[in-house]
Structure formats: C-alpha cells, structure tokens
C-alpha cells in the first residue's frame, strides 16, 4: 500500500535517474540498527533543515556537516569591510564589488559553498525543480561509534520534459547534481533486490568510510588519493600508454601495398618497411612528395622521413606528426563535452548541460572541432625536429 502511494505521488513526473548518497545517523540511538533502519526505509527532507528524517523519526545529516562555516567567513568579512572603511573610506569600495564578483564566479554549481549533493538536492527539491524518493541500501557502524547510512536517490524531473521543459531557477546547481546521476535502471534494480549488492560490488567500507566532498557512493568524479591504486590513473606511462600512435590508429594492415595479381611471387609488396624506409631517406623532397602521392601505405611511411637529412623519426614522433597532419586536414563534429545524455525509465533520452542545467531533447549536441592543436610533448622528445 505505501509503495502505491508513493508511486502515485509522482504521477506527473519522470523518473530520470539516481544516485547514492552517504549520510550520517544522527537519532536515535540504538544498539541494532537493522531493527530501525530496515532494508528500503524511505526518507524524505525535513523541513527544519538539510536533513533526511523517516516516518520513525530517525535523522541521517550531511557528514561533517559545518552550518556555521559561512556564517563566520561572512561575519569575519564584515569585520574586515568594516576596519577598512573607518581607514580608507570609499576607496575601498571597488575591490569589494570584484571580490564578490569572483566569489560568485567559483561558486558555479555549489550550494552555501558545499558540492555536496545532499546540499544540491535539498536546494532543487525546496525550488520545486524536481522531486526525490530516498531509500536505504546500506547502514553500517564505525570503530568511533559514528553510523552511516547510504540512501538510493531516485531524481525525478516533470513529465514537461517531453515538450521542451527547462530548469525554472538553479540551473547551475542541477547541472552539477546530473554529473553524479547514473541512468543504469539494471543496477539500479539489483540495489532494490538485493540488499549487499553496494558491499559485493563497490566495497561498503572503503567507500562508505572514505568519501569526497560530494558524499557520492563510489564517485567517480572525485577521486580521493589515500587508495593508492586511484594514484596509478595519473601515472604518465599510463597515460602513454593510451595515446594514439602509428602502431594503434595507422592500420598497418590494412595500407600496405598489396599485389594485384595473386600469381606474382616479386614485387614491392614483398619489400619490408624498413628498406624501403631507406629507400625514401636519400629521395629529394619533389621526389619524395611523388612517391608518397602514389598509395597510402608509401604516404604513411614518408610520413617519418625528414629530406636531406639523416634522421629517423622515433615512433612518438611518427604519431605526433601523424596527428598534426589530421589535425590539419579535417575538423570532425564531436559530442558536445559539456552534455551528458540520460534516459528515463521507460527509455525517453535527453541531455543535460553539466554547467547550466539546460535540457536538450532529440538529437544529441554537438561541437565543430577546430584545426590546429597544441603540440606539447615533454622535454626532449624531440619537439624541434618534429615539427620540421
């Protein structure tokens, strides 16, 4: 009966996507939680503050939560407005305008100075720019005494979407919240059906107990660095690792010169690279553009050859000149980066601006890229003879 009710609630609603929150139990004490957290509590927000209360009075809070925090940095800001005043007069005044300028522009996105999502949903949901059912997925104690709780948030946005709807205020703050939501509806399921499914999957404990700002279950945007296998992600031979090169992107295979006549058993298909590397090493350059117009094979190979000189490009530098000269011949239409594309549970798709929180319907955005690039190889890779 209370799962039809709370269906009916969002009649007029979508349901978009989810996430998981982290909170922190703060009433009432009890020495077995699974007695007054069971399995698929349901949370709203209180209407005293930003909190999650249920229908058995149990309170979860934003973990580490400081409401104080901007109080004091504002009263300590008038104090030092107020000093300088009786000291310098109005001439203090433009450098105030600019400091709240850049204040405002750092806080795209953020909720009293917060990017926790917990602060965001509160917002959006006291905006009535969409609505939440909250559901508890995991409760776990702490060595310190401190209990934390993970709730499944199902975001629901107005059935308007279909025809074009847009955020009505707090764009940015929807934008930054759709970052951390997931349209996956299978996981989303197994969360609903199995009630370890966080802990085989994710790992409950580290991430309930070691969380980013966002307080996100298994975030990915946020890393937090003391897991010293999220280190290896920024380690520069990974990330060489997933750069282009001739070997990955050139299809060898596919452009080497191959014989017309299968009953030839000679020929210049049946010459290795390398020699004929060195064959195109001592052409002029008029020549040396003559053979490369001929197939795309002998092209790909002149590619590395640098006219009278003696030199040999190394494989980097193969790639780099390989990418240069694409960069230059073709501008590609590309997803548009700043959109994230959602689908609603019964399968409408639309994509949201994680910057202002527009809502594009149909056909999905997209960018011109531009010619040119910014070759920035490290120190002494060769960048000089590269780009001659």
């Not at 909720?111 to 905006?127: D, P, R």
């Amino acid at each position: 009966m209370e799962e039809q009710e709370d269906t009916a609630s969002f009649s007029d609603h979508k349901l978009s996507g989810f996430l998981c929150a982290v909170l922190t139990v703060t009433s009432p004490d009890h020495p077995d939680l699974r007695q007054i957290l069971p399995f698929g509590t349901r949370f709203q927000f209180s209407q005293t503050g930003v909190s999650f209360t249920s229908r058995n009075d149990v309170a979860l809070s934003p973990i580490d939560e400081n409401p104080n925090a901007d109080d004091s940095t504002n009263n300590d800001s008038e104090q030092c407005e107020a000093s300088s005043s009786s000291e310098l007069g109005k001439k203090r005044k433009a450098p105030e305008v600019s400091k709240k300028i850049g204040m405002r522009k750092r806080s795209i996105g953020l909720v009293n100075g917060s990017i926790s999502v917990v602060h965001q949903l509160h917002s959006l949901v006291m905006n009535k720019c969409l609505m939440i059912d909250a559901r508890l997925v995991r409760v776990e104690a702490g060595a310190n005494g401190e209990v934390r709780a993970v709730l499944l948030v199902d975001v629901y946005l107005p059935i308007a979407l279909l025809s074009g709807w847009q955020f009505p205020r707090s764009g940015s703050v929807a934008g930054a919240l759709f970052r951390h939501l997931s349209s996956d509806w299978g996981e989303r399921s197994a969360m609903l059906i199995n009630g370890d499914y966080l802990e085989n999957t994710v790992g409950t404990n580290r991430s309930i107990w070691n969380l980013s700002d966002c307080h996100v279950f298994g975030c990915k945007l946020h890393h937090n660095f003391s897991d010293s296998s999220k280190k290896k992600l920024f380690e520069l031979h990974e990330i060489f690792k997933s750069l282009p090169s001739v070997a990955t992107t050139g299809k060898p295979n596919s452009s080497r010169i191959q014989s017309c006549d299968d009953s030839s058993r000679s020929g210049i298909s049946e010459i290795s690279d390398d020699i004929l590397l060195g064959i195109l090493a001592v052409l002029s350059p008029i020549d040396l553009v003559r053979v490369s117009a001929t197939c795309r094979h002998l092209r790909l190979l002149a590619v590395s050859i640098m006219p009278c000189m003696k030199l040999k490009l190394f494989p980097h530098q193969q790639a780099a000149v390989e990418w240069m000269l694409q960069r230059e011949r073709n501008a590609d239409v590309l997803p548009h980066p700043l959109y994230m594309a959602f689908s609603t549970e019964d399968g409408f798709s639309f994509y949201i601006n994680t910057i202002s929180g527009e809502i594009i319907t149909g056909v999905a955005p997209t960018v011109n890229d531009f010619h040119g690039g910014m070759f920035c190889d490290e120190p002494g890779l060769g960048k000089t003879i590269t780009a001659l």
